[in-house]
């Protein structure tokens, strides 16, 4: 995954959890595969459909990842729904953009509010304007942490074509510090096994593969979460006014 130039987390957990749009359902795989359908669809809706803010793949690793190994994307996606969910109560255009943050949206569990973002991708499909996402961007910008040299790191997206069935839909990828918490679980449930040498000898068969590689990959993992750490460890700083940067730029140049 490091090789990637981006990746997009979610958790079949969290999706059969509640959490992420599934709950009591007769085919809780099924429904699980289709709201990860629906979110590839709406990614690639620009490719497919006309819009007037079109956006190409690689727009997103361009502008949603600043470093290169963190580059794991949380998607979230509003209104979530299934094919099943026939009867769907519609969203009002300004509560997918609020919900499109909230954490029950997420398709991991998390909550992306207590976390940075280091950036994050609107791609909006129906019958909206570029007004429409200045005005919601510019109401929700006060209540999401954004680290401080990347506050205005957003990428928007609008796609002319609704997705069937309803008005318009949200896809928001956040480039956000919550999936840390992802990875430290990784790590625990990791630690667990390899203390047990569980599963090893599958691995050990494989050409190539010797005990280096797992201990190697914890190392990277435990360096991964470290970076997160980091960023998370400036939340508490005001945010840098334009005053202060253009000092620190001048101390710079000396």
Known sequence: MELSPRVMVRRDSTL?????????????FDAMNN?????????????????????????IAMNLVPFPRLHYLVPSLTPLY?????????????QIFSDAFSKDHQLIRANPKQSMYLACALMVR???????LRRNIERLRPSLPFVSWNQEGWKTG???????????SLLALANNTCVKLNFMELKE?????????????HFLHVE?????????AASSLNSLIEEYDCLDATKAHSR???????????????
């Open 208 to 216: 190539g593969m010797d005990v280096g590689c797992f201990t190697e």
């Open 16 to 28: 059969s959890s509640g959490q992420g749009g599934v709950h009591e359902v007769e085919k809780p």
């Open 35 to 59: 709201i990860v359908a629906n979110l590839l669809l709406n990614m690639t809706s620009s490719a497919r459909f006309e819009g007037s803010l079109n956006v190409d793949l690689n727009e």
């Open 82 to 94: 299934t094919l099943a969910d026939v009867n769907a109560v519609p969203r009002r255009l300004d």
């Open 126 to 132: 129906g019958n909206v304007h570029v007004s429409d």
């Open 158 to 168: 609008l796609c002319s074509v609704p997705p069937v069935g309803h008005s318009h």
């Open 189 to 201: 449930r990791f630690i667990k096994l390899y203390r047990k040498k569980a599963h090893l000898h």
């Open 240 to 254: 840098v006014t334009l005053p202060d940067l253009e000092l620190q730029l001048e101390s710079l140049k000396g």
